[in-house]
Structure formats: structure tokens, C-alpha cells
């Protein structure tokens, strides 16, 4: 196995810094075994910008949004 793992590791360092990145990214999303949570939050991140581009929705600053948390909690 280590000689596997040398020779795989030989050939990723010959790719360019943005290959290698994409090759990371490529083997921790293999390591995840729970892909369903990230789909679903990927769904709805993307429903969350739809919203606030169609207009569906309207930003509001974050000290405002903090102001109405605190006053929420007491």
C-alpha cells in the first residue's frame, strides 16, 4: 500500500496548485458519508438566492438583524 500511496503522491505533485486543490477537494468530498445534507443545503442556498434576486425576500443589515435577535431573546 505505501508503494501505491508514493507513486499517487509522485504523480499530484507534478499537477499544477489548481489541480492539486481540485484533486483535494475531490478526495475529502470521498471521505464525506453524508452527501444528502450537503445536497440539501446546497438546494437550499440556492433557493435562499433566488429568493433575495427575485426580490421574494429583502436583505436587511446585520446590526438590524442582531437588534431584532436580542430584542427577540429578552
Known amino acids: 500500500m505505501g508503494?501505491?500511496?508514493e507513486k499517487l503522491e509522485a504523480e499530484a505533485l507534478k499537477l499544477?496548485?489548481?489541480e492539486r486543490a481540485a484533486f483535494a477537494q475531490l478526495l475529502l468530498a470521498s471521505l464525506d458519508e453524508d452527501t444528502?445534507?450537503?445536497?440539501?443545503w446546497a438546494v437550499e442556498i440556492e433557493r435562499r438566492i433566488a429568493d433575495v434576486e427575485?426580490?421574494?425576500v429583502q436583505a436587511i443589515p446585520i446590526a438590524q438583524a442582531l437588534a431584532q435577535v436580542r430584542a427577540a431573546l429578552k
Do not use: F, K, P, R
Not at 444528502?36 to 440539501?40: P, S
Open 16 to 18: 499544477t496548485s489548481g
Open 3 to 5: 508503494n501505491q500511496l
Open 54 to 56: 427575485s426580490g421574494a
Open 36 to 40: 444528502e445534507i450537503e445536497d440539501a
